[in-house]
């Protein structure tokens, strides 16, 4: 996957608006999702500061609950999923320490979406972790590419 195509999927996968009740809608599909593929996933949905959804599926540990806060922190502090940045700093071979950011509070594995709404920009971020990083990436891609009904 190239870098193009990261950003141009965080520019199309925006939300009209998006509260509680989007965020326990699209927290669901995931768990469905996730359910399917009996994937040991930790889902979570999140803003700066409030956790709007949480949870665990079988198989997943506690690590992958930190690997999600790590993420999502990326996201929150870039504006951009944790694996487009990345893929951005591997091309550089930069590491997260080249930009002064801590690997303790931040991670660049994919796994991480922002959540942006059309006229306001990112509010949070969708998080996956539990699986290789592109398909926790792919897994939050598929479901909001469903949900908004958008061609990549």
């Known amino acids: 996957m190239d870098l193009d195509l990261l950003a141009r999927q965080e520019e199309a996968l925006v939300f009209d608006s998006f509260d509680e009740n989007t965020a326990w809608k699209v927290g669901a599909i995931l768990v469905e999702v996730a359910r399917a593929r009996n994937a040991p996933v930790v ?9 709007l959804f949480h949870a665990a599926l079988p198989g997943a540990v506690p690590a992958n609950d930190e690997w999600a806060r ?9 504006h951009q999923s944790s694996r487009r940045f990345g893929m951005a700093l591997q091309t550089k071979n930069k590491t997260l320490a080249d930009h002064g950011i801590d690997f303790a509070d931040y991670a660049d594995h994919g796994g991480s979406f922002p959540l942006r709404v059309k006229n306001v920009g990112v509010i949070g971020a969708i998080t996956v972790s539990g699986l290789a990083s592109h398909e926790d990436h792919d897994m939050i891609v598929g479901v909001l590419v469903e949900l908004l009904g958008v061609r990549l």
């Open 43 to 51: 889902v979570n949905i999140r803003t700066p500061n409030r956790t």
């Open 70 to 78: 790590r993420k999502s922190n990326l996201v929150l502090r870039e």
